[in-house]
């Protein structure tokens, strides 16, 4: 037999492994739960709730940290169509956002810089008891879904993980 349909056999499998590659690298998908906006991969925990240590210890756990937002449209995308239908959730959702380390310095948990003014729903943050240093979305069981809340951390609520895709 001949050699040379083994060679462009191999040749053929060598091209169609870097072309899968290439897709691959080109196409990369959120993990299975996640959901793709913009250039990042949201979680909208629902099924069980935690506090907002034990969410950001979650989020961590599975290579995220809880979400962090930069721009109103994220917001939109959190708190409409996605924060209703697919978490299944109209509860307000912890976020990254937090003064604990210092009252009324807000940053996010993942470290990301704080560039980006969130809409308090109206009256918030209050710091209510002088206990309120993590931040949730209201969700359409409130007044003011898709605004910011600052809340007792050890509450436990729904959360958003966000991660690279
Ligand atoms: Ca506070
Ligand atoms: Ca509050």
Redesign the pocket.
């Known amino acids: 037999k001949s050699m040379f349909p083994n060679i462009f056999s191999f040749l053929s499998k060598i091209l169609y492994k870097n072309f899968l590659n290439i897709i691959a690298k080109h196409y990369k998908y959120c993990d299975e739960g996640y959901t793709l906006f913009e250039d990042s991969c949201y979680l909208f925990e629902s099924d069980f709730y935690k506090s907002w240590h034990e969410a950001k210890q979650y989020c961590i756990s599975h290579g995220g940290n809880l979400a962090s937002v930069h721009n109103q449209q994220t917001v939109g995308f959190l708190a409409g169509l996605v924060f209703v239908f697919v978490a299944h959730t109209a509860r307000a959702s912890w976020v990254g956002l937090n003064d604990i380390e210092e009252e009324g310095n807000y940053v996010w948990s993942d470290g990301s810089p704080n560039d980006f003014l969130v809409t308090w ?1 109206p ?6 008891q002088d206990d ?1 240093d993590c931040i949730q979305l209201y969700g359409a069981d409130n007044n003011s879904p898709g605004y910011f ?3 007792n951390c050890n509450t436990a609520y729904p959360f958003i993980c966000k991660k690279g895709k």
Do not use: R, V
């Open positions: 729903a009256g918030q943050p209050d710091n209510w309120e809340n600052d809340q």
